[in-house]
């Protein structure tokens, strides 16, 4: 079997593989651009085969000017740029001004890959140039020169092909950018982000087996400290990270305790399973505790057999053959690359260990549970600064969520303008922990009624007794905001995941008005206890 991750593929290998077919998600690319991007169409569908993608690309005519013309809607706009066929010096203005454009007639996701080397010469300012096309919604833009730059300019162009192909890249390099692109970058601009990694220990964060070795014979050179490191870049990124091993825990936490040299320290856990109970086992109660599906796991181990036993359990597998092998996949492995970080993506691993002791006074009254955290609430309406969260909380909430709306930001920013539509964000902390913005009520005004567009809450607010105070204080908000007092009509889905959601629906009143319409009725639910703030 051929390793797609592999840093030694050939096109023959890859075009072979792209005659295979799989059942996945069928998506448009739009391609504009202004050399050849067919090099890269031809190898690029065994990648993103990976992340079960089937892509239909569709590649528009040669354009330096970038005029967009008979634009057709589509899942991702991709803009295939080489720089060298621009002398001019406001080059990178007039693009910037073409992508400002693009982004007012699309509303779909914008990915823009510069091949940024003049001959022999790399682009200066590459952060600058960054943070300036970041300023328009919804848009990521890489640089060849950073995605394979540590090939060498001799390995990176072919210019004397140039003339017959319409593309300065060799083809190595052509392979390695399809790698990336399908493997990490479209799949990032598509697909949800994973929430966890959990990992094996013996021969995976270190060479060797603790019970047999000894903890001060294990192997822990440059190779697994390079891993360490990359594994606390993604802690700090917001990933949860968890352990499934199977050893002793005193002598895992002796392990810890005791090699002061190790990058991971026991803290940087979020979940320890730690017994000879079977993998499998273990990773289904990490998911348990970590109140998130097992499609959002990635789960890094040595031993095939543990690979295979969890496989079909939905979770994402990689296995450990050696540290660096490990630490090449993980830097391509789809959904693992996040574009941006939020507030809550950094808060979630303190609140994940705050639901421990929230979940040990679950018995107690709302009032007392409520009292007793100091739980308090927080509503905005319209808040135009929460743009970012409201979209990533509606495209990556699984569980309870009503209509998967899976906006793209520009969706959101259009809500935001309209006056018939009202956004309402609710944040929420308590002594133990911030949480952030945690639920979302996207409502427009249908007449004299409410209608819910979409609503969703993160499920690590999940079992706070909070769901209908949330639910019936949004509604109430967005009929004042709306000038509106008639019915509240829901539209929703059933999703795969959503049965949270679904079995809090049921216990509303509720009239079906079709198989995915329901008209509410409202209530008046008690609030003792709890802390409430509203900004408008």
């Not at 019936?472 to 007092?485: D, E, S, V």
């Not at 009143?509 to 703030?533: K, Q």
């Amino acid at each position: 079997m051929i390793d797609i991750f592999a840093n030694n593929l050939t096109r023959r290998q890859l075009i072979e593989l792209s005659k295979e077919n799989i059942n996945g998600k069928t998506i448009c690319v739009n391609v504009h651009r202004n050399h050849a991007f067919e090099p890269i169409q031809s190898i690029i569908k065994p990648f993103l085969n990976f992340s079960h993608l089937n892509v239909v690309f569709n590649i528009g005519s040669y354009d330096d000017s970038f005029m967009f013309e008979n634009h057709q809607s589509c899942d991702l706009e991709l803009l295939w740029i080489d720089l060298d066929n621009y002398r001019q010096n406001n080059a990178l203005e007039h693009i910037f001004e073409r992508v400002e454009y693009l982004r007012s007639i699309s509303k779909s996701p914008i990915l823009i890959i510069f091949l940024d080397i003049y001959k022999s010469q790399l682009l200066k300012n590459l952060d600058s140039i960054k943070s300036k096309f970041q300023s328009i919604l919804d848009c990521a833009i890489f640089f060849i020169s950073e995605m394979i730059g540590e090939m060498g300019l001799d390995s990176i162009l072919d210019e004397a092909k140039s003339q017959i192909t319409g593309m300065r890249l060799s083809n190595i390099a052509c392979i390695s950018v399809a790698q990336i692109l399908g493997l990490s970058l479209i799949p990032s601009m598509i697909l949800p982000t994973l929430k966890a990694i959990v990992l094996d220990l013996d021969n995976t964060l270190y060479g060797g087996i603790l019970g047999e070795d000894g903890e001060n014979a294990l192997v822990y050179d440059d190779k697994y400290m390079l891993l360490h490191k990359e594994i606390l870049k993604y802690k700090a990124q917001g990933f949860l990270l968890a352990i499934a091993s199977k050893n002793y825990e005193e002598d895992v936490k002796n392990l810890f305790k005791r090699r002061q040299d190790f990058g991971l320290k026991w803290e940087d856990f979020d979940v320890k399973k730690v017994s000879w109970n079977p993998k499998r086992q273990s990773i289904q109660e990490i998911a348990k505790a970590l109140n998130i599906g097992l499609d959002s796991i990635l789960f890094i181990d040595d031993n095939p057999a543990e690979i295979e036993n969890v496989r079909d359990l939905g979770v994402k597998v990689i296995l450990a053959k050696s540290p660096i092998e490990t630490l090449q996949i993980l830097r391509l492995f789809p959904q693992m690359l996040k574009l941006t970080s939020s507030k809550e993506d950094l808060l979630r691993s303190k609140d994940i260990q705050a639901n421990f002791v929230r979940q040990e006074l679950s018995n107690l009254s709302p009032e007392s549970y409520f009292k007793k955290l100091e739980i308090q609430l927080e509503f905005r309406v319209n808040a135009m600064d929460t743009l970012p969260r409201v979209t990533e909380l509606l495209n990556k909430t699984n569980q309870f969520i009503a209509n998967y709306t899976r906006p793209t930001q520009e969706v959101v920013r259009d809500w935001f303008a309209d006056e018939d539509i009202c956004i309402i964000t609710i944040a929420m902390k308590d002594k133990l922990s911030d949480s952030g913005i945690i639920g979302i009520f996207i409502g427009f005004k249908d007449e004299k009624n409410l209608h819910i567009i979409d609503l969703c809450v993160s499920c690590r607010a999940l079992g706070r007794k909070l769901e209908k105070i949330m639910f019936f204080k949004a509604c109430g908000l967005a009929q004042n905001a709306l000038n509106i007092n008639g019915k509240i009509i829901i539209s929703y889905q059933k999703g795969e995941r959503n049965l949270p959601f679904l079995d809090f629906l049921n216990t509303l009143h509720t009239e079906m008005l079709e198989s995915d319409l329901a008209c509410v009725e409202f209530e008046n639910i008690e609030e003792c206890g709890l802390n409430i703030n509203i900004r408008r």
